[in-house]
C-alpha cells in the first residue's frame, strides 16, 4: 500500500520562516535547530517542483511562488491553529507567555497586572524582556508587545491598555531654583537637557511641541544623554537637567514635588500604551487571559 506524501510537511517551517524573515529566526521560534528548518523547507520545495524563497548572504525572502503560496496557506494555518487551541483548551488558559515591553510599561502595567494573572491564572507561566526597541515579535518568538500607539505597525492587533499620554518637560526644584524656569521652548537653548537616544536608531530624540496648533520640534542642548527611559527620570530627580518624558511615567515624581512640569502650553497629547500582536495570536487563551486581566485592572477607559 502507498501512502501519499503528507501535504502539511513542512508547512510549518515554511511558514515560519516567511513570518520570521529568516532560517534562524525561525528555528528560535520553532525551538528546532536552524538545520532542519532548512532541511524540512527544501523538501517541501523538492516535492513542489519550485523554490519558495531567494537566499542572498544577507536577507532571504518570498520567490513568487512561495508569495502565492503563503498567500494561500497562511489563512488557512490561522483557521487550524485556532481549531486545535480550542479543542485543547481546558477551563484554565495554561502555557508560556512571553511580552516585550518599554521600561516606562513595567510600573505601570507589568507590576499591577502580572500578580493578579498569577494569583487567576497560575498555569500561565511569564517571560517579560524589558527593552525599549521595537522589537520584531514573531522574529524573536514573542506572543505580545507593549507599546506607545503611534509606534505599532498597522498590521497588529492593538489593545489600548492606558489613556492616552501628555507629554511634559520635568525638572527638579533645585535645578529650576538654580537655572530658572524656561516660559518657551527657544529658551532652551540656555537650559541642560537630558537628551535621549532611540535604542535600534541611534538617533537623538528631538523634542515635540505645539503653538497655535502647529507641530513643531526643537534639538535642545545636552551633554547627558541616555536610552533609558529610567535613567533619565532619575538624573532629572537628581537636578541634573531638563527631561522629557510622558506624563504617566512621572504621576508619583509630580505628585510628591520631585519634579515640576515646565511649558505645559506647549506640550502635545499622543496614543497611550497598548498591547499588540499578530492578527492570528489572539486566539492564545493565555494572551486572551492577559487582555482580561488587563482591562480589569487597568481600567484604560477611565
Known sequence: MNLRPDPFSGLSAFLAV????????????????PAAVSQAVKALEER????L????????????????????????AAEIIAAVE???????????LRLTVPRMAV???VEPVIPALRRAHPRIAIEIAVEDATVDLPGRGFDAGIRIGEYIEQDMVAVRLTRDIAWSVVASPAYLGARGTPDTPQELTAHEAIRYRFPRSGALYRWEFERDGRAFSVDPPGSLIVNDGALLVSWARAGLGLAYVADIAVEAELRDGQLVPVLESFLPTTPGLFLY????????PKLRAFID???QVLRPGR
Open 107 to 109: 510600573p505601570l502595567v
Open 277 to 284: 500582536f499578530p492578527q492570528r495570536a489572539q486566539t492564545q
Open 53 to 76: 524563497f531567494i537566499r542572498t548572504t544577507r536577507r532571504v525572502g518570498l520567490s513568487e511562488a512561495g508569495a502565492a503560496l503563503l498567500a494561500r496557506v497562511n489563512p488557512a
Open 48 to 51: 513542489l517542483g519550485t523554490p
Open 86 to 96: 480550542q479543542a485543547a483548551a481546558t477551563d484554565e488558559p495554561s502555557g508560556l
Open 18 to 33: 516567511a513570518e520570521a524573515g529568516g532560517f534562524t529566526a525561525a528555528a528560535a521560534r520553532l525551538d528546532v535547530s
Open 293 to 295: 486581566l488587563a482591562r
